[in-house]
């Protein structure tokens, strides 16, 4: 089968490790040039560097920038290092993140904005940089390429009691990959979020860490080498037409979400004018009625 890439550049943040780094690995194998972005901390490094040993001993091309993702300074600088070694930049995957989960009652203002930041800011410093190129070179009659990946995750689907900051910045990454779909449809370059489920440091830890280890015998669902492949795919010229949409994605399954529905309006029974607590309340029944329970208690995944 033809390569996927005719040595496209690609920057993949937080491509140490987990998911990130499959999706470094299996751009690459397709025929990309990869960048792999990590923070500057000792295991991070490390982690980097194994990630391009990897894709140079497969054949492929990989060069390491060290930064925080969240940071306008290295992001510049993560854009300038990336231009001035592969010449352009055509595929930029956001991914990398942290958790500090708390119950909102129990979260500091580090806590919230850490997590905020990393997930949030990452996603829109490099979000800025990377359509900003690509409308110049648009403009400029240049732009061949343009593939933006955005990473959210299904906390915003079920609430997430233990993640408030998480949960919220991931809901604000798609209404900004939204918005530069939107923006972006007319030079050609496709923005489109993945909410992934894998076996990674980031779940082998807590509540839900069973279910994510591998099976003894058999596929292991939860391998972050199964999120990869989409990825690819969407930056792919095959999936040139597909932009604005958001996709659940882990083992076997690949899942693409409807867009909210808006329920028909409730009109005021009383006429046009400002509603009456009495219009509100007969009205809002029809709907809510006394056994309608929305919420329910406990974690955002069933956990026996
Ligand atoms: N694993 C899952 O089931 C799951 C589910 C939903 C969403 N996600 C999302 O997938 C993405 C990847 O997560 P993962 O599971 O591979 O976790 P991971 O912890 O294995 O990988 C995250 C990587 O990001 C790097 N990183 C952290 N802060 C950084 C910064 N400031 N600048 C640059 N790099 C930084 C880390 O060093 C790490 O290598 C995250 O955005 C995460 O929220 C993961």
Redesign the pocket.
Known sequence: MAELFDGQVAVI??????????EAVDLAAHGARVVI???D?P??RE??EETAEQIRADGGEALVVL?????ST?AAALMEQTLATFGDLNIMV??????RDKTIFGMSDEEFDSVV???LR?HFVNMRNATAYWRNKAKAGELEYGRLIS?????VLYGSAGQPN?AAA?AGIIAMTMGAAQLMQRYGVSCNV??????????NSGPTADM?KAPETGFHY?D?ANVAPLVSYLASPNASHISGEVFIV?GDEVSVLERPKVLPAHKNPEGAQTWSQAGLHKSLSTHFDQDYRSVRDGFSMPID
């Open positions: 943040t937080g491509a140490g490790r987990g998911l990130g780094k499959e972005n990590e923070v901390l295991a991070a982690a980097a930064g925080d993702c969240a940071d290295d956001n991914n990398a993140g942290f958790l930041r990393v997930h990452g990473t959210s995750s299904e906390a998480y991931k993945i909410m992934p489920r894998a076996e990674t440091d980031m779940t994510f939860f972050p882990w």
